[in-house]
């Protein structure tokens, strides 16, 4: 193992459902794996939730002060669950007619709400303390998902292996010019070394600069911002050969290649894709949780007095097209359409929060045009396609491969297949048959996962996708040549790109964008009266944990500016 520090005592027992303690635990052993355990403080302050709003303002303070919220996603919910408890007249406006929750989206198979699978946002790691926060706020239950256990598998170049080191080693590394040294390094850790080195180059306290956002770039930074992830492996040392085998194993890494480094040291940083967890009962059971809460005349979890809560209203099916700043009284004016009724209607509003993506706000008409800075994040910073589709499947063959979890991942078009972790507890007895577990039951398999370029060529593949994904499924996992047609018995896919209400999975900085624009992105606008939030908008980006967090700083920021400066 490249990393010298090791954990004193066994691995730690990862459980569901697990307590604050538990989690910083985990984050703790993961950190002292990697022989950064002095980051651990840095971590959770940086990837804590912010004062609650109360402290900036009494509760209810602001009766009759209306607000509109653009957009009904996770940073949306937020942005209206924190304001509500000021007194705030919110309107929600969402331009899906049916659905709330943005790019969590959880389908059910079932009208019991029971055979579901994930179309968006699949995952929440333990050291995520603002998601965390509603979590438990909530009270939803949480299960872990099953990690790599090596019993999954890799199809590179029409070869298929099982992922594990030893097979991976044997059966695909003779397919690429590797140099002598690394041919005996498992591809992780060729690709961990890099970014292991780029960090332990910076000091603790630089590297939890990662996790903020702020105006000026430390100078230790520059070499690291402003190259692509390719870029930053060759610097290294890795011959290109490694990058080849790098980026045919890992579909991410793949799709990210020309990305900016930077957001692969942030996600590193953090250990973010060790110890994850879903939420029992789909993802978007915690927008919904929010959503309940919001429509509801006396929610229990503000534990404030029922009078002082501000009014909250959904409209759904309503897409703002235009926005305007009053010249009488620096208003904002918001011109929407119905979903129902195709009738132009304008509403005005005190401030407004758009927690949208930057892609939807580049098709508004916006007078005045915001800032230059803004005006420019809006039309360049870059968005990633990503596609989805899910496989409801007569029987787990997959469980009959030994697989309970995990991912296998190939060079085909469909980059990756997920496995549902719901049975990953299962275990055999004496006799060796399976006693909680039956692989003829119904599951719901992501037959495919893919991001980037693969994702649009996919994505825009209409007539012939489904039969595609089934034979490149059978593929990769060894089955006979139509072996599927019986077995897949109901489907369901998205492609971001083509959801015309947000065109894009999630931001993916080139390179230099992030330092370039993130701090004037978060600036209000329209002389404090219109606010940002969601996942563009603040490290780690691309997580739910942004969306939140963002959402909680830009109502405190409202909150700070009216105390400080009154009622406008």
């Known amino acids: ?149 090596g019993d999954t598998f890799v199809h590179v170049r029409g070869i298929r292996a099982r992922n594990n080191p030893k097979d991976i080693m044997e059966k695909i590394y ?64 890795l011959s290109d050969a490694a990058i080849e085998l ?40 915690l927008p919904l949780a929010f959503y309940k809460s919001l429509t509801s005349d006396n929610p229990q979890e503000y534990k404030l007095p029922r009078h002082v809560l501000g009014k909250v209203t959904f409209k759904m099916g309503c897409y703002v097209g235009r926005v305007y700043k009053s010249d009488k009284d620096k208003k904002v004016i918001l011109r929407y359409l119905t ?18 993506p930057l892609t939807t706000l580049r098709k508004m008409s916006l007078h005045p045009p915001f800032s230059n800075e803004m ?60 006693i909680n577990c039956n692989p003829n039951r119904p599951g719901v398999l992501t037959a495919s996962y893919n991001i980037g370029s693969d994702a649009v060529r996919l994505g825009n593949f209409l007539t012939h996708r489904f039969r595609l994904i089934k034979r490149q499924v059978e593929l990769t996992q060894g089955l006979p040549e139509n072996y599927l047609d019986n077995v897949v018995i109901n489907y369901k896919t998205i492609d971001w790109d083509r959801n015309q209400w947000i065109t894009g999975a999630f931001v993916n900085f080139l390179p230099g964008q992030g330092r370039l624009f993130l701090f004037d992105m978060l600036k209000p606008e329209y002389e404090n009266r219109i606010y940002f939030a969601g996942e563009a908008y603040y490290p780690p980006n691309g997580w739910i944990q942004a969306a939140v967090n963002s959402a909680m700083i830009a109502v405190n920021a409202l909150a700070y500016y009216l105390k400080a400066y009154g009622y406008k």
Not at 176 to 200: G, Q
Not at 339 to 356: A, L, Q
């Open 375 to 434: 005006m420019e994040a809006i039309r360049e910073v870059n968005y990633v396609d990503a596609q989805k589709t899910l496989f409801l499947c007569n029987e787990r063959f997959w469980e009959r491969q030994g697989i309970t979890g995990g991912t296998s991942n190939t060079d085909l078009l469909i980059q990756s297949i997920m496995y549902p972790s719901d049975r990953s507890q299962c275990h055999q007895n004496t006799t060796g048959i399976n």
């Open 1 to 149: 193992m490249y990393f010298t520090h090791k954990v004193s005592k066994a691995p730690l027992q990862v459980p569901n459902n697990p307590t604050d303690a538990q989690r910083y635990e985990m984050v703790k052993e993961s950190l002292v794996k990697e022989g950064r355990p002095e980051d651990y403080e840095y971590i959770i302050k940086s990837l804590s939730p912010p004062p609650d709003i109360a402290a900036y303002a009494t509760p209810g303070q602001y009766k009759g002060t209306k607000v509109a919220v653009v957009g009904a996603g996770v940073a949306g919910l937020t942005a209206a669950f924190e304001l509500r408890k000021l007194g705030f007249d919110i309107t929600i406006f969402e331009a899906e007619d049916e659905r709330i929750g943005g790019r969590i989206y959880t389908h059910y198979f079932d009208k019991g709400k029971k055979i579901y699978g994930e179309l968006g946002a699949g995952r929440i790691p333990a050291s995520h303390e603002a998601v965390w926060h509603y979590i438990n706020l909530f009270n939803l239950n949480t299960t872990k998902i099953t990690g790599e256990k």
């Open 174 to 237: 003779p397919m690429f010019n590797l140099t002598p040294s690394e041919r005996n390094i498992p591809w992780p850790e060729l690709y961990n070394r890099v970014l292991y080195k780029a960090l332990k180059s910076l000091s603790p306290e630089l590297r939890s600069e990662l996790l903020l956002v702020s105006p000026q770039l430390p100078p230790e930074y520059v070499n690291t911002v402003t190259i692509t992830v390719r870029q930053g492996l060759k610097n290294a040392g």
């Open 246 to 285: 790098i980026t045919s194993l890992s579909p991410t890494v793949n799709a990210f290649i020309e990305g900016s480094f930077y957001t692969e040291l942030v996600t590193n940083y953090a250990v973010f894709t060790e110890n994850t967890y879903e939420i029992d009962g789909g993802m978007i059971t």
């Open 339 to 356: 979903e129902t009724y195709p009738v132009i209607n304008h509403e005005e509003f005190d401030y407004v929060f758009f927690t949208i």
